[in-house]
Structure formats: structure tokens, C-alpha cells
């Protein structure tokens, strides 16, 4: 069962990368993180570390074309031990789909109140309390996680070309053409041009250990790598498909996206009086409502319709990247156990739903059991994009750098020798050292070394 079209491959990848971390995530960590310092440690990160990694999983799936155990014994030329890390894909997936969905389910009520014409004739205040009374509520979000969940599900289980490829073609260029439109909407807003200095006046002071490990955890994230999500795709890839062209598409789409969506966000902060960009993880929730009803303040039908569509594409967008999580334990639990799809999917959804609902507690209920000062939906948070996916690049940067026979590497990225065979050293070399060695003092740096 494979993508039928190249085009079907690189747009399911696309789907897998742009999502939430793009427009929720991104505009969260650049404002913890103070503004244009981080951005741009983030698109060096994205470009030394990000797209060749995703160059590197994708190698390991397409040579395998089963799953991602079988992709490592199989790149690793038969050495059983490798097959270990399809286990990778089993637990980093279940932890980030459980907090992620607490972002879709958000998403998915903020598209409800969309439709039934909720975010008008209110004020700034409003918007911030109403968010934080629904996020804080024990079963309000509960139920849209749920929704999210079942939908998530249904995909996973009729597999991957019938589900995936074809949700991904329509609705990938809709939500960018809706991006651009509330880019220059908020460029409009008073106060923009305090919002653009926050995002294009770097300012160095503001970098310290975390901001270095959060630009690479989002970098990772941002683009789905290291905990092989784009390996359990690439698995389903045909073998005309042009590795470099698509690992560099995918990475300059995701970039775009985020910094069109960093351009929405804070400018719009700027304009919202007593919002600061720090907020956190409400930011995108807050500043959005508020923008619509700016923009359109003369027209309360063009609020509506573009509110409406703008949530539905955003819940769209997420949920193909809740798709490829739930995937990634789905191809396991189908290949090496032998489950079928329908009963994987519906095993894995309801693990992750039960976690989901802790991690929406710790918004309310929960906000005091924490571990090592972070509650439930955060710590996931940390362990998945600032241990797991840089750990799991490091592995695959030396497994494919050191460990696999340097020929089968260079006949699957190259389609045989056909393609990109210019590239392929300067590739090789960053997968040998440029990456391991960086990732590596990130984290060094982190500790305070
Ligand atoms: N890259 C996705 C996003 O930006 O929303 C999130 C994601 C998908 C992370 C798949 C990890 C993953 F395995």
C-alpha cells in the first residue's frame, strides 16, 4: 500500500509538517523565547539540521519500503540490533499525539464558535478570559480532543493512500492562500510595525542555553523529524520519487508557513492592548478572534466567512499532522504484530485519548502535579521536541553517517546515481559530522558547560 502519485508522497509529508507547531507552536516559542534572535537561530537550525534529517529518514523508509524496524536492519545491512529502534516511532507517537490533541481539540471548539458567529461585538479582555475559563474547564475541551480523536482514527484506518494523500492535495494550497490573506490583514492592524521590529530586529542579549535547545526542538518538530514519522512515510514511497527535491520542498513550505504565521500573530499582539508576546501557549487563540474582528469591523459577513474558513483549514491542517502521530504506532502494531489497521487504530487512539485528557487536566484541575516543575501537557512537550527528536537525529545521523554501507546510502538518495550527485557529498557530510557534533553542543550549551 503506497502513495499512488510522487506528488501524492510529498504532499502527505507536507501535511505531516505543517500543522499546529507552524501556526500555534512557533509564534508560542518565539515569543517565550524574545523574538528575531530566536527566528533566526531557528532557519539556521532548520536548514543545517532540519532538512538533512528529513533527507536521512526519508532514505531509511524508502530502502526499507516495509516499517521502520525492518527499515533499520534492512539500511543497516542485517544487524538484528538496529530493529530496536522501531519502538522509536511507538512511543514518541503516543506522546505527542496525547498533548497535541489537546491543541487540535482547542482548535476544533474555536472552529465551532466560528460557525455559530460567537467572537463578535466582544472585547479584548473577553477573548483572553473566555479562553482561559474553556482550557481550564475538566470536560469542555475533553469532548472536542474526542471529536479529534475519532476523526484521526478513521483516516488511520482505512490507510494511508485512501485517507491521507487525498485530504492532503485540496486542502494544503487552501490554507496557504488563507495564510497570505491574514498576513496582509494584520500588517494592517495599529501597531504592526512593533510587532515586525519584535520579529525582525534581533536583539542577541535574549539568547541563553534554552533559547539555542527550544530553536532546534521547534526546528524538529516544526518538520516532524527525528522520531521517525517521516520514516514510517517514506516507507510507503515509490522509488521514482526525488528524495532532495522533496526533503527541501517540504522544509521551505514548513519555514514559510510559520514565519507567514509569526507576521499574523505579532503585529496583532502589538494591536490588543495589555497582550503581551510572551502569553504562551493562548497567544494564537487570544490574538486571532481579535484580528478577525479588527479587520472586518466594517463587514460583520466577511468576519464570519473568513473566521469560519481560517479555523476549518487550521483544524484541517492539524489533524493530517495528528494522522501521520497515530501512523507512526499504527504501522507497528499493523506490520510487526500483525494487528489489522481498524483494530491498531482504535487501540492506539484510545491510549492516547486517556493521556490526552491528562494533559488537558493540567490546564485546570491538574495545574499543581507537576514533575520537575512542568505539568502534564508541557512535560510531554519537553520530552518529545527537546529530548526524543534531537536524540533520535543524533542516532540516525550516525547510523546513516557511519553505520550503513556508504554505497546502498548513495544509490537510495540518488535514485541509482541519477540525481542530485553534486549533492549528495555536501549532504554526507553534514549527516557525518555538521549535525551530530551540533546537536551535541546544543545540549552542551543547555547544561551551562
Ligand atoms: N510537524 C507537525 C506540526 O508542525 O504541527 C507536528 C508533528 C507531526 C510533530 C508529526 C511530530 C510528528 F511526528
Known sequence: MGFSTKVGAILAAAGSAVGLGNIWRFPTETGLHGGAAFILIYIIFMLVFGAPIMLAEFTIGRHGQKDVTDSFERMSGGQRGWRLMGLMPVVAGLLVLSYYAVVCGWTLYYAFVAGVDGFGGKTAAQYVSDFQQFSSSPTQPVVWILFIMLATCAVVSFGVKKGIERSAQILMPMLFVCIAILVVCSLSLPGADRGLHFLFHPDFSEIDGSTMLSAMGQAFFSLSVGICCLCTYACYFRKDVNLFHDSLSVAVIDTLVALMAGLIIFPA?????????????????????????????????????????????????????????????????????????????????????????????????????????????????????????????FIMCVFLGWVADEKVVRDEVTNGGTLHTVLYPIWLFIIRYIAPIGIILVFIHEIGW
Request: hydrophobic share 55%; net charge negative; proline share 5%.
Open 269 to 393: 499582539v502589538y494591536s490588543v492592548p495589555g497582550l503581551q508576546p510572551d502569553a504562551g501557549p493562548s497567544l494564537v487563540f487570544i490574538t486571532l478572534p481579535n484580528v478577525f474582528q479588527q479587520v472586518f469591523s466594517g463587514s460583520h459577513l466577511l468576519a464570519y466567512g473568513f473566521s469560519l474558513l481560517f479555523y476549518c483549514l487550521l483544524v484541517i491542517a492539524a489533524v493530517t499532522s495528528s494522522i501521520s502521530m497515530l501512523e507512526m504506532v499504527v504501522a507497528y502494531l499493523h506490520e510487526e504484530l500483525h494487528w489489522s489497521r481498524p483494530a491498531a487504530s482504535v487501540a492506539a487512539s484510545a491510549v492516547a485519548m486517556l493521556l490526552a485528557t491528562g494533559c488537558s487536566l493540567s490546564f485546570g484541575a491538574w495545574a499543581d502535579k507537576t514533575v520537575f516543575g512542568l505539568g502534564m501537557f508541557d512535560l510531554f512537550d519537553f520530552i518529545v521536541a527537546k529530548l526524543l527528536m534531537p536524540l533520535g537525529s
